[in-house]
């Protein structure tokens, strides 16, 4: 199959605004092959505020060891929303645990800001589907102020003053003394966004935060996420196993292949026309299960 990226052009200055605008309105086909993606080099990977270099993940299971991606690249510019998609078992919760500095690469590197990932830190921050990622016994306010504290940040004082301020810019202003217990499934996920916001990170990390929510509030959340981010332009890795969400909340979509996880395409999801967009679901949906129907092993 030919194999074409959809990505930045090299000679453009960087910058959401600019260099993401440079990105074809419709983005061409998928990339074949065991070794990942072959890129040129130019500004935009300069630039990056977030690396993955020939990244391969490997895990210890039953029949000994096993490969969770193969050599997965990509790049991520700063202010830009970037979705990892892929069925399940592709790797794509790996990869941004790795990211994450809570699993270390069998090969390759990530870099944040040029600097290797060695370990967990506050300058990446995650938020998780599972609704119990909240310490019930913390009110709402203490649950978005605690990591400040913790880590540093912020003394006490400016930490509750910050969540607030965070609250009430995910519309929970009114809940700070409430307790996770009495929220919904969809006002846990405001806190966790805010707590994880409130940190300022350098990229904000999120593993399927929607999933486990109603079609009705998983689409509130997705369009209080994007207002959230013409507000403060924070870097996004986002992970989703759902073509539909991976368009609308994404810049560019990098899909990955069934297990073990590799680069099957990289792909433009900004300013598409209804057209377009239905076009590039047609795509990843062949990219993502062309080898189930036609036999072919990979």
């Known amino acids: 199959m030919s194999a074409v990226l959809d990505r930045i052009d090299a000679g453009h200055d960087i910058g959401v605004d600019s260099a993401l605008d440079t990105v074809a309105a419709e983005a061409l086909g998928a990339i074949d092959g065991v070794g990942g993606v072959d890129r040129e080099p130019g500004a935009a990977a300069l630039d990056a505020r977030l690396r993955v270099e020939g990244v391969s993940l490997d895990y210890r299971g039953e029949r000994g060891l096993v490969r969770a991606t193969h050599r997965v690249d990509f790049d991520v510019l700063p202010s830009e929303r970037f979705v990892l998609l892929g069925a399940s078992g592709c790797g794509k919760s790996s990869l941004l645990k790795a990211v994450g500095g809570f699993v270390a690469p069998s090969e390759g590197r990530i870099l944040v800001d040029g600097q290797p990932v060695l370990g967990p830190g506050p300058d990446r921050i995650a938020v998780f589907q599972e609704f119990d990622q909240l ?34 810019r995910v519309g929970l202003a009114d ?121 072919v092993a990979r």
Request: no cysteine; hydrophobic share 45%; net charge positive.
């Open 135 to 168: 310490p019930p016994w913390k009110t709402v306010l203490e649950n978005v102020a605690f990591p400040l504290i913790a880590s540093g940040t912020a003394p006490r004082k400016q930490a509750m003053e910050r969540a607030r301020d965070w609250l009430a």
């Open 175 to 295: 809940f700070g003394s409430a307790y996770p217990h009495q929220l919904s499934g969809g006002m846990k996920q405001r806190v966790a966004i805010a707590r994880a916001l409130a940190m300022k990170p350098r990229v904000l990390l999120m593993d399927e935060p929607f999933a486990a929510l109603d079609a009705l509030t998983r689409r509130r959340m997705q369009d209080e996420l994007l207002a959230l981010w013409e507000q403060e332009r924070f870097t996004l890795l986002f992970v989703t196993h759902s073509i539909e969400e991976a368009l609308l909340v994404g810049h560019r979509v990098l899909v990955l292949s069934p297990h073990p996880g590799r680069v099957r395409a990289e792909l433009n999801a900004q300013a598409l026309t209804p057209s377009q967009r239905a076009a590039q679901a047609q795509r990843i949906e062949r990219l993502l299960f062309e080898d189930e129907l036609t036999g």
